[in-house]
């Protein structure tokens, strides 16, 4: 017997271009994006949010939750959860303080300590949840409250206050301000958060689409015993992406640190949830598999058009968490549908 | 089920000393005496089989005959309580199904071959793809793996038109080709197929069986292990009976046809009482 003649199913539609845009997870965020910035330029009461200011405006607040929200996004695309992301941004910030105010270590030193925590708590995560085999929302809860618990205790041990203050005191204090809190193109003052934003997208994009390793995250999160089947490492997968994650709180405290010359030792909580609710709109499934670096981006600018635009509209800004509410309830809504459809109605 | 021997014609079960003597090449795979056991409980009872490269061998058995447990010794998941795994030849123990791939032994498992939502070629190359650039900052060579994935498949009689579908939309004898396409590309010697149409209906089956023997016919030793004789027949060149954990009857292609096949696995004598039983005419 021959190799016999390929045949072509006539059934099979070519896919057009059109369901392959579809299948892109970021389309939905993308409309959402594009209808939520259409809102607040019509609805802006100043004059500045479609202006290079009010860009400037929302893009920091953007990039405060991007700069998490990706990495959260790589690890829910690889079927996990990151709950402790939020407070540890506040741990960092105040370790970071601490080590600069109260043992005199110098800005630079501190910050890479800061990192070497991060890390170290990242995995404790990632090793937790891949030995007792318990979901991860349960694992990094349990860290969430625990971090909580620190950061108001030690705090107040050490300082006897909620706070840690004084940063700007400390020896290299300028040159961190300068990579970590200053801000570029003169009358607009983006802030350099816009920037680290960037980069983290940039970078989790190409590794995501680009490098073996994104393959493997999208295995483990889509099939992990497929994955185990083929010679993925899924444990040593999972752990750097919490590790990943981590670091990535630690970047956000320490920009926050040196932005404020301060930190509160209630930072962070309850910011985990912004983190997801951007990689969710951004088209991430929370069962894993499927997502982008891009889309949560977009999520990440979506919520910061919203916490701008509903000021700068002049509404009372109370009402923010309920339209992060109904877009996050809209996004995935959205996302499921056209997901659906050009899945071709399977998961 | 008593002895199985087929009224009629009766085929000559072959004993192993005649399937020695017939087969001059070494065997890419052969299992000599093994048992395994889990506690008290004697899962598999002396087995002697030989894969020879280039040939279907299919393994056929009822529920509980102890097809898992074989398959799960023969790809390295159970190692074998006592007797002895011969690679080519040399006896070998594998410690994980890793190491097994690593001497060519290749499984495709019914469900858990391929990730539903990733495409084509990313599941083609998942866990070995290629990469290009400098130490250090390596980048997937997609352009080489979506090249090489279509004209792996296209050698292989599928002709997917957009690979960068997932994999999840293409039919389960679609899926069952990628996944034994990969199997042959990465090297396999031998392929372990775990009941591969078990879930198909009978095109599906059809082009699944299809695939067995082109991988066949490209060198490789495929085990087949099926509750279907009529798919066995079509495509094996030996077949084990394997039964209560024990191989009760051993065929050459040559010397057996379908019906003998048939109601050795069914039982002969069960399946005319069953027949019999049901009023069926026959």
New interface residues.
């Given amino acids: ?1 021959t ?6 199913d006539e059934r ?1 539609v ?2 057009s271009r059109l369901t ?1 845009l579809l ?1 892109r997870p970021e389309l939905g965020a993308l409309i959402g994006a594009v209808v939520v910035y259409t809102l607040f330029a019509v609805s802006d009461r100043t004059g500045t949010f479609a202006t290079i200011t009010g860009t400037a405006n929302w893009t920091d607040a953007a990039s405060v939750v991007g700069i998490v929200a990706i990495p959260v996004a790589l690890l829910m695309i690889a079927g996990e959860f990151d709950l402790s992301s939020g407070v540890l941004v506040g741990s960092s910030g105040l370790l970071c303080g601490m080590l600069a105010t109260q043992y005199h270590l110098g800005i630079w030193p501190s910050i890479i300590l800061t990192f070497v925590f991060a890390a170290a708590i990242g995995l404790i995560n990632g090793w937790l949840v891949m030995l007792t085999g318990l979901p991860s929302f349960i694992v990094t809860l349990a860290m969430f409250f625990s971090l909580r618990g620190i950061n108001l205790g030690l705090t107040k041990v050490l300082t006897d206050t909620v706070r840690v203050a004084g940063v700007d005191k400390a020896d290299g204090f300028a040159s961190a301000q300068a990579v970590f809190a200053s801000t570029f193109w003169a009358p607009y003052n983006f802030k350099i958060a816009v920037i680290w934003w960037l980069v983290v997208t940039v970078i989790a994009t ?1 590794v995501l ?4 390793f ?3 995250i ?2 483990v999160g ?2 992990s ?3 185990r ?4 490492p899924v444990r040593r997968t999972k752990i750097t992406l919490f590790v990943t994650t981590s670091l990535a709180a630690a970047l956000l405290g320490v920009i926050d640190v040196i932005r404020f010359k301060s930190m509160q030792a209630g930072q962070g909580v309850g910011e985990e949830f912004t983190y997801i609710i951007a990689a969710v709109v951004g088209g991430c ?1 929370l069962t894993g ?2 997502g982008s670096a891009i889309g949560a981006t977009i999520g990440a600018s979506i919520i910061g058009m919203a916490f701008i635009g509903i000021a700068f509209a002049g509404w009372n800004t109370d009402w923010t968490f309920l339209f992060l509410g109904v877009i996050l309830f809209a996004a995935v809504l959205v996302n499921t549908f056209i997901g659906r459809r050009a ?2 109605a ?2 | 089920m008593t002895d199985t021997q087929p009224t009629g014609s009766t085929p000559t079960p072959s004993t192993p000393q005649a399937a020695t003597a017939t087969a001059t090449v070494v065997p890419a795979l052969q299992l000599k005496n093994v048992s395994k056991s889990f506690g008290s409980v004697l899962a598999l009872r002396d087995i002697s089989l030989h894969v020879d490269p280039g040939t279907v061998t299919c393994v056929l058995g009822d529920n509980g005959a102890g097809k898992s447990t074989l398959i799960k010794i023969l790809s390295g998941v159970h190692q074998p309580s006592s007797g002895e795994l011969l690679v080519k030849g040399q006896a070998r123990t594998f410690a994980s ?2 190491e097994a ?1 690593g001497a060519g032994i290749a ?1 495709v ?1 019914q469900d ?7 495409s084509v070629w ?1 599941n083609f ?5 290629p ?1 290009r650039g400098i130490r250090g900052l ?3 060579d ?1 352009a080489k793996a979506r090249e090489t994935c279509r004209a792996e498949l ?2 292989m ?6 690979l ?3 994999i ?2 293409l039919s389960g004898g679609e899926r069952q080709a990628v996944a034994i396409a990969r199997a042959v590309y990465f090297g396999a010697e031998v392929l372990i197929l775990d009941e591969p149409t078990s879930a198909l209906g009978v095109k599906q089956s059809g082009v699944v069986l ?1 695939y067995i ?2 991988a066949k ?1 490209r060198g490789i030793g495929v085990v087949f292990i099926t509750h279907n004789p009529h798919h066995a027949h079509m495509v094996g060149d030996r077949f084990y009976l394997l039964n209560r954990g024990a191989l009760t009857n051993e065929f050459e292609k040559a010397t057996v046809t379908r019906e003998q096949l048939v109601k050795a696995m069914a039982g002969g004598a069960e399946l005319e009482a069953l027949a019999h039983e049901l009023g069926a005419d026959r």
Wanted: hydrophobic share 35%.
């Fill in positions: 017997m190799t016999p003649p390929a045949k072509v099979i070519q896919a392959r299948r190409f689409t680009k490098t073996r994104g393959n493997w999208y295995a889509g099939d015993n497929a994955a089947n083929t010679g993925v499934l598999g499927f899945q071709g399977k998961k | 199904p890793r791939l499984t498992y858990l071959a391929t990730v539903p939502l990733m990313r190359f998942l866990g070995n793809e990469q390596k980048f997937l997609s296209l050698a009689g599928i002709d997917l038109r957009d960068e579908q997932p999840g939309t299809k023997r082109q016919e």
